[in-house]
C-alpha cells in the first residue's frame, strides 16, 4: 500500500472539488503522450464511477500505440464553447495553452494537475509535485484521498502512464512511488505483457519506415556529445504517416555511446519546427527549452523553433555546447 497524498500539493483541494461538483472537463497537452492520455482515461474513468458527468477532451487523436486502453473510446476533439461544467482539469500539460481549450472560461473552478518543474500557475488549484513520476501518479493519490477503489479500467490507464512516461523504469524519476504505485496496480489486476504489447509491440509500418527516412539526417556535434535528428513534412507525406508516429524518435540519437544531449526536429510548417530534447542526466535540457519558449524537465524538454532546419540544428548544437561537462 502506498501512503503519499501530501496535502502540500493540492491533492486535498481537487479531491473536496470532485467531492462537491457534478460536471467535469477533462484535457491533457496537444500531442498527447502515454501519461497525458492514460491519466485522462483513469480519471475520466474514475469520476464516472462515482457517477460525475465527465467530458474527455484532446485537441488531438489519441496515438495509435495508446488505442487499446480503457477509455479511448469516449475522447472528444471536439467541444461547443458555451458548455459550461463545474470543474475543469488540466493534466501534464506545462503550460495551460497546450491544452488547446479554454477550461478557465467554461468552467466554475479550473485546476492544474501535473508534475513538470515549473508547470504554469494558472486556474484555481494547482496541484503539481514535481516529485511524482508521473500525472497519473497523482491521479492515485487523489483516489486514494477519496478512499476510490481502483478498478481494473483505472490501473490499467495508471500503469501505462508510469510506464511510459518513466521510460520502462529506465530515467532516474522512476522512484520508489512509481514501482509500488506500478505494482500495486498490477495487484489491481493489470496484465503487463498487455500493457507493454500495445506500447511497443503493435508498431505501424509507417512508423518504421518514417525512422529510416529520419535517421539517415543524423548529426553529430564534432565533439561527440550532441546528436540530432529531424523529419520534413516530405517525409511524412511520403510514408504516408501522421505527426504522432515520431514520437520517441529522439530517443535514437540519445542511445548512441557518447552522447550526452540528443534533438529531434519535427517540421510544423515553413521554417518552422517542434524540438525535442533528451539528456543523460549532465545537462538540464529543461533549462535552454524554456530560454526557447518551451519547457520541460531536465532530462527531457521541448518547445518550437523556427529557422532552417540546417540553422535550427546549428543553434541548437551552439547553445548545447556550453552546457556540456
Ligand atoms: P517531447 O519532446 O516529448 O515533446 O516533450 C518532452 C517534454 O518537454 C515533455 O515533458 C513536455 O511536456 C515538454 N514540452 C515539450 N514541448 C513543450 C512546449 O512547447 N512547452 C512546454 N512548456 N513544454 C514542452
Ligand atoms: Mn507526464
Excluded at 487499446?68 to 493534466?91: K, M, S, W
Amino acid at each position: 500500500m502506498v501512503n503519499n497524498t501530501d496535502p502540500g500539493t493540492g491533492v486535498e483541494q481537487v479531491a473536496a472539488a470532485i467531492r462537491d461538483s457534478s460536471s467535469f472537463l477533462i484535457a491533457a497537452h496537444e500531442s498527447p503522450d502515454g501519461d497525458a492520455i492514460a491519466s485522462t482515461f483513469a480519471l475520466t474513468i474514475a469520476l464516472r464511477e462515482m457517477g460525475k458527468d465527465v467530458v474527455a477532451y484532446n485537441v488531438d487523436p489519441i496515438p495509435q500505440k495508446l488505442r487499446f486502453l480503457p477509455g479511448a473510446d469516449t475522447l472528444v476533439n471536439h467541444v461547443a464553447e458555451q458548455t459550461r461544467y463545474d470543474v475543469g482539469i488540466v493534466l501534464d500539460a506545462g503550460e495551460l495553452r497546450r491544452a488547446k481549450i479554454d477550461v478557465i472560461g467554461m468552467c466554475g473552478i479550473s485546476i492544474n494537475i501535473d508534475h513538470h518543474p515549473y508547470s504554469e500557475d494558472f486556474g484555481d488549484i494547482y496541484c503539481v509535485d514535481t516529485g511524482a513520476s508521473a500525472t497519473a501518479v497523482m491521479i492515485y493519490r487523489i483516489l486514494k484521498h477519496l478512499d476510490h477503489p481502483v478498478s481494473v479500467a483505472v490501473a490499467e490507464n495508471i500503469y501505462t502512464a508510469i510506464l511510459s512516461d518513466t521510460g520502462s523504469f529506465r530515467y532516474s524519476s522512476a522512484n520508489s512511488e512509481a514501482f509500488c504505485v506500478a505494482g500495486e496496480m498490477v495487484g489491481c489486476g493489470v496484465d503487463p505483457w498487455k500493457v507493454a504489447g500495445g506500447l511497443y509491440e503493435s508498431q505501424e509500418e509507417e512508423r518504421l519506415r518514417l525512422l529510416a527516412k529520419s535517421l539517415a539526417t543524423l548529426q553529430i556535434s564534432a565533439c561527440g556529445r550532441v546528436a540530432a535528428i529531424y523529419a520534413t513534412e516530405q517525409m511524412f507525406a511520403e510514408v504516408g504517416a501522421g505527426p504522432e508516429l515520431a514520437d520517441s524518435f529522439v530517443n535514437y540519437p540519445r542511445s548512441i555511446h557518447g552522447v550526452e544531449v540528443a534533438v529531434f526536429l519535427r517540421e510544423i510548417g515553413p521554417d518552422s519546427y517542434k524540438l525535442s530534447m533528451r539528456s543523460k542526466g549532465s545537462v538540464d535540457v529543461g533549462a535552454l527549452a524554456r530560454e526557447l519558449g518551451g519547457g520541460g524537465h531536465r532530462n527531457a524538454a521541448g518547445g518550437e523553433v523556427s529557422g532552417s532546419v540546417e540553422q535550427v540544428v546549428a543553434d541548437v548544437f551552439k547553445r548545447l555546447h556550453p552546457l556540456l561537462p
